[in-house]
């Protein structure tokens, strides 16, 4: 098995897409088998040698970043092992290291569809379970939890489990028992808290009265066990897409815009939930996605057809068949109408070319504001909260309000069908990024005060866990540790994400 540790060959692996400095470790090693990392851990418990399991490093909150022992590397187990077809649509089965961009490459030759899309696809397969990602298209398809059938986890102590979904349930009253191959049982108590009531939660262990059990290791961001392989859901893919960026000269406009179109989406999706989108030809987003006019700003940077009137756009997404294209090209341009759109001067694509150039437009902001960052020295001020249906107006006002008239450069942008949009802060030096994070504590209260979440999709690694704190409590958090204890008594895995290791 390949050890790397010379300081050169395993800096990359020392941080992520958060950008956090002064992650160390004494070596890297790459398993390319369930044994190699059930080895690894069981070593790794004895000597009470730290584990850090490491993805593709594409994480924004240092999950990844090692602060001592060793980093376990998926980056071997990148083997897609099979994508079946069935009537309902199919299954994939591939390896933690997978990179999701190649496993929806092949599974899209199979004629389906894997929906989790999270903007970045160099991603592994493995980071997306451990951190249930999700993206645009979660606005109908919901998160990566989702889709995962089964998982192959190996745990701290060297075991290896295979879970099926529906094959085990935690108790009514929380108590949860997981078999073992030796004859040992781990037992467990999940914790108590309610989880927020949310369209996307990633904040924290997954708690549910009677859940299933393997929904407790998605999402567990590296600190129960390594997921080898995951066997996931696909759907037939969709025969057609209409997706466009609409703009808007008012935020008014916008908004209602947003408004009617994800009321009709939801109750069109509703009223037929086992009809293939597209033939029903009724209007449903798969994706809507906001940008403010501080984002138009960056990306006329790049993009010189971004019109010079809007202060806003829509990015949006709708399944078609050839025999509902035109009329839901129809009803689309009927609402656009009916909220005074800049028709005339949005981009709209039938075709995968033009749509490829628009879901550019859409990634080419996360990855400005990334290099931003990076320039001015800085660590990355980006909130991931979503809140409740009825707070979201209420919350956007808040953010805008809190920003606008200000020193500080901003950028709101994203995820606005789930109440989940992402605002930027772009500290331009230490004061302002002093500033910066009084602003995004303000912000984290009031997600919490209106029962939002914290994370909605990035997790909480090592740079949220003080607002973890604050979404559940210390009690809580005292919970969510012990419920790792169980399956980690030597607390080796995933050292600091979550939770602070003193609460082990
Ligand atoms: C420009 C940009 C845009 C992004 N957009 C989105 C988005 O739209 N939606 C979204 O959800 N995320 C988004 N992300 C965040 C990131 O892509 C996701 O969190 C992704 O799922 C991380 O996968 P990774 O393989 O890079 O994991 P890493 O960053 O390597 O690790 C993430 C965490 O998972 C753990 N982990 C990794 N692999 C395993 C494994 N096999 N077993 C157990 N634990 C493991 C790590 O220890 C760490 O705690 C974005 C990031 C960037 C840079």
Redesign the pocket.
Known sequence: MLTKSEPDEIQDFLT??SYLKGGFASSVVFPETADDVAGILAGATRDLTPV?????????VA??VPFGGLVLA?DKLNRIKRITVDEAGGRGVAE?GVVLRDFQQAVDTKGLLYPPD???RG??L???V??N???ARTFKYGATRNYVERLRIALPAGEVIDLRRGELCAGADGRIAIPLSGGMTIKAQLPSYQMPKVRKNASGYFVAAGMDLIDLFIGS??TLG??VEAEVRLLPKPEGLLSGVVFFDSEEKLLGFVGEARRRSLANRVRSPTVREGNAGRLDARALEYFDSESLGFLRQKYDSVPDNAVGAIFFEQETTAATEDLLMNEWMSLLDAHNALGDQSWFATNEPDQLKLREFRHAL??LM?EWFAKHNQRKVSTDMSVPDEAFAGMLRFYQESLRGGNLRYTIFGHIGDNHVHVNILPRNDDEAAKAWEIYRTFIRRAVDVGGTISA???I?KLKREYLRELYGEEHLKEMAALKRAFDPAGIL?RG?MFSSDLL
């Open positions: 992520d897409a850090t399991v490491s993805g593709a490093g594409t994480g924004t999950g990844r998926t933690a999270p903007t970045e991603c592994f493995g980071g997306n451990a951190t990602a999700s993206g961001e590296g390594v997921v996360p990855v990334n999709e990035h997790g690694g995933g994400n």
